[in-house]
């Protein structure tokens, strides 16, 4: 048993090994072409004066991908979901800033770490300047001008030219709770210096945290600002997992709609990769009835996108981030004096049959395990670091694949289009006669040498291009059915 136990560790770590390597592989072979294509693009430009800002954004956002391309999970929902909450449930600590209020401004990614350390990033002057007119369209549409007024009544205006523009900045804390401070300090909305941040990176040295997985906060989809609300949608399409937070006390609003439709969306076939939270069971008045109804309720709408049917019951899981947190405190406390808690916890116990009173609190601390279970947090902690984990990388490899072959594709499409239009140019100039030889000549000589470099490009990209087809195809046939 010993050795049997020895090698399929072995087994585990090589095919791992294998895979991280062959990433690595793939991430050095895309950095490689990228700067190829990087070259011809800039000599087209230049040679031909097209516009190819589109295609070299495409370029920059790959560029920017390959710079972390591990498994990335977002945590999204619409705002006071309770995604923060449940990120502090998940990690058994209270790092992330959580309010009645809406709260998180800024993505708040979290790494697994030796060592407890911040890196903070602020917008530079181009992206403020943005976010002001955003906050602009928002004061017209709306007649509301709450983000103004905050922004005022904290003196941000004071600070904002030391923070602007920026550049990043690393922060060693001492201890734990320096570093809850600073988290609150830079994504709440409570502190006047959130403003600036674009986005917090919270290394944790903390065993709850996956390994080499990076867990996305987001602030809620419908944000005051739209600005802010774009970067979580556009984080959406970065994702490798996606985890949709929602109320389970409302009924489903519109933005909980857009939401789900904007992750499934970008999913692609890969369904799995989608996991939706009921959040705050606990405040369910009867937490199985009614959790049973909201699931029914919650699958028929979901129906459409989830073909499988084991996806649609193993995927929606209710969840009680309150309840998980508390019980923990209660544990290494032994205090009982958070009555919302106490009564919180009693409810859910008494609902699910366990045998709990009010006059023996300890009662409670006997059957702790028991009703944990039933917050369901360690469910989806297992779901995220081994369900999700061990197919970690090769969700990330086929990922980074199916980004690089749509760039590609877009590239070559624009290639084309271009040797048209060169096709096009040279009809005209065998239009006009004999003063306009020399120059057509001389211009040949150019277009052969663009030509040139598009027929390479173009050969460069045809392998890639009928896998990127075949790939988009079922992408089609899955949202046309
Ligand atoms: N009863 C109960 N309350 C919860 C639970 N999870 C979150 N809450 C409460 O819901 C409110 C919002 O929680 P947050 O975690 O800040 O919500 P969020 O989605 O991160 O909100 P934004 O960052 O503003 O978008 C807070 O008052 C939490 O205490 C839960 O499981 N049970
Ligand atoms: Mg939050």
Partial sequence: MLYYNKYSKLIFILENSMTLDTLNKEVERQKRKIAD?????????KELGEDLSAEKRDIKDQKEFLEDPGL????????????????????????????????????????????????????????WNKLWKSVEESENRSKNRIFREEYDSLHSNEIESSYIGRSDEIINVSDIN??????????SKQSREHYFV???????????????????????????????????????????????????????????????TKVFENAGDDLYKIIIL????DMLNKTQEDWKKLHDNWKNYLKDYYKDESLLNKNIIGISSFIHSNLLDMKKSSNYDNEEALFAILKLAKNYGINVSMMNPNSILENA?????????????SLMTIDILSKG??????????????????????????????EESRKTLDMDV??????????????KLIEKTMDSLTKAFEDIKSKWLEQNEKLKRAIRS
């Fill in 72 to 127: 990335q999970i977002a945590i999204v929902g619409t705002i006071k979901a309770g995604k923060s909450t449940f990120i502090n449930a998940l990690f058994e600590d209270y790092i992330a800033s959580t309010e009645v209020t809406p709260e998180t401004a800024s993505l708040t990614k979290f790494k697994y770490s030796d060592q407890n350390r911040l890196i903070v990033k602020f917008y530079n002057r181009e992206e």
């Fill in 198 to 260: 674009k986005e917090l990176i919270v290394e944790l040295n903390n065993p709850r945290v996956p390994k080499n997985v990076t867990i996305v906060d987001t602030p809620g989809l419908n944000d005051v600002v739209e600005y802010r609300s774009n970067i979580t949608k556009d984080y959406i399409k970065r994702a490798n997992v996606v985890i949709v937070c929602v109320n389970s006390t409302n009924s489903l609003t519109n933005e909980d709609y857009l939401t789900l």
């Fill in 393 to 422: 990388i090769e969700i990330a490899m086929s990922d980074l694949e199916r980004r690089y072959n749509s760039m590609i594709t877009n590239i070559n499409n624009k290639a084309q289009e271009l040797n048209l239009a060169n």
């Fill in 434 to 447: 004999e003063e306009k030889e020399a120059f057509k000549l001389a211009k040949n000589e150019e277009i």
């Fill in 178 to 187: 320096e570093l809850k401070e600073k988290v609150k300090k830079y994504t």
């Fill in 369 to 381: 395990d028991k009703i944990k279970e039933y917050t369901n947090i360690d469910k989806v902690h």
């Fill in 278 to 281: 009921g959040t705050k069971i």
């Fill in 37 to 45: 294509i990087e070259e011809a693009i800039n000599k087209v430009e």
